[in-house]
Each structure stands twice: as structure tokens, then as C-alpha cells.
């Protein structure tokens, strides 16, 4: 039996790394989305009286906008959850199962959120100037 000397990785060790690595840049992917869709909740619901919609449009874009970045604060958690049980539990691989769903279905409604945000924001500057309520 030869011993491999010090140093030499393995195939093993190496995709170990990468799953290690893989966990660690996806719970940091998640907590960003989570973050950057719970600040343009609150900023954009704290200051509303400066760009409230003035039509049905604008206003159902808006609430889905909203909703799309309700859903992505949500999967986002479901996420972290499914990669911190997968840490937990042998044999449990988060990136093949839930967690990889969950981590795309938050991409993809936070994306969706800024866009519709965005086409509220720009929709709203095509507005005539409403005055705000003294």
C-alpha cells in the first residue's frame, strides 16, 4: 500500500471542496436576494405617498412587484433552510433537490420584481407631477 504524500489532493477531496465552496456561495447568493428584496420593499413602501400610482395599472404592477419580491424574500429563507438541513442531515444534497429549486424561484421572482419596479418607477415619471397631501 502506497501512502500519497502531503500536500496531493484527491478527486475526492477536491469535489469536496466544491461542494463545500458550492453551499457557502449560494447561502451568500440567497442572503443578498433576501436583502435587496426586503430594502426595496421597505424604501418603496415607506416613501409611496411621492409616487403613489395614479391608475389601475400602475397600481397592479406595483402590488406585483411587490408580490414577486414577497416570493423571493420567501424562497430565499426556504433556500437557507434546505442548504442548512442538507448540512445537518448525511446523504441530503441541497443543490438537487428543494434548495436548487428554491434558489432559482427566488432568483427569478426578484428579478421579476425589479423589472415590474422598475416599469412602475418609469411609468410613474411619464406621469403628470400629482401633488403630495399636505
Given at each position: 500500500?502506497?501512502?500519497?504524500?502531503?500536500?496531493?489532493?484527491t478527486?475526492?477531496?477536491?469535489?469536496?471542496?466544491?461542494?463545500?465552496?458550492?453551499?457557502?456561495?449560494?447561502?451568500?447568493?440567497?442572503?443578498q436576494?433576501?436583502?435587496?428584496?426586503?430594502?426595496?420593499?421597505?424604501?418603496?413602501?415607506a416613501?409611496?405617498?411621492?409616487?403613489?400610482?395614479?391608475?389601475?395599472?400602475?397600481?397592479?404592477?406595483?402590488?406585483?412587484?411587490?408580490?414577486?419580491?414577497?416570493?423571493?424574500?420567501?424562497?430565499?429563507?426556504?433556500?437557507?433552510?434546505?442548504?442548512?438541513?442538507?448540512?445537518?442531515?448525511?446523504?441530503?444534497?441541497?443543490a438537487?433537490?428543494?434548495?436548487?429549486?428554491?434558489?432559482?424561484?427566488?432568483?427569478?421572482?426578484?428579478?421579476?420584481?425589479?423589472?415590474?419596479?422598475?416599469?412602475?418607477?418609469?411609468?410613474?415619471?411619464?406621469?403628470?407631477?400629482?401633488?403630495?397631501?399636505?
Amino acid at each position: 500500500m502506497t501512502k500519497k504524500p502531503k500536500g496531493v489532493k484527491t478527486e475526492t477531496t477536491e469535489t469536496d471542496e466544491q461542494a463545500e465552496d458550492a453551499h457557502l456561495i449560494a447561502l451568500e447568493f440567497l442572503k443578498q436576494l433576501i436583502t435587496l428584496s426586503s430594502g426595496v420593499l421597505a424604501l418603496s413602501a415607506a416613501f409611496i405617498e411621492n409616487f403613489l400610482p395614479t391608475s389601475l395599472p400602475q397600481s397592479i404592477i406595483l402590488l406585483v412587484s411587490w408580490g414577486c419580491l414577497a416570493f423571493s424574500i420567501y424562497f430565499g429563507l426556504q433556500g437557507i433552510s434546505a442548504i442548512v438541513q442538507s448540512r445537518l442531515v448525511r446523504g441530503l444534497n441541497w443543490a438537487s433537490g428543494r434548495g436548487r429549486r428554491y434558489t432559482g424561484e427566488s432568483k427569478y421572482f426578484f428579478i421579476a420584481g425589479i423589472i415590474l419596479f422598475a416599469v412602475f418607477a418609469f411609468l410613474s415619471f411619464l406621469q403628470p407631477g400629482v401633488a403630495a397631501p399636505q
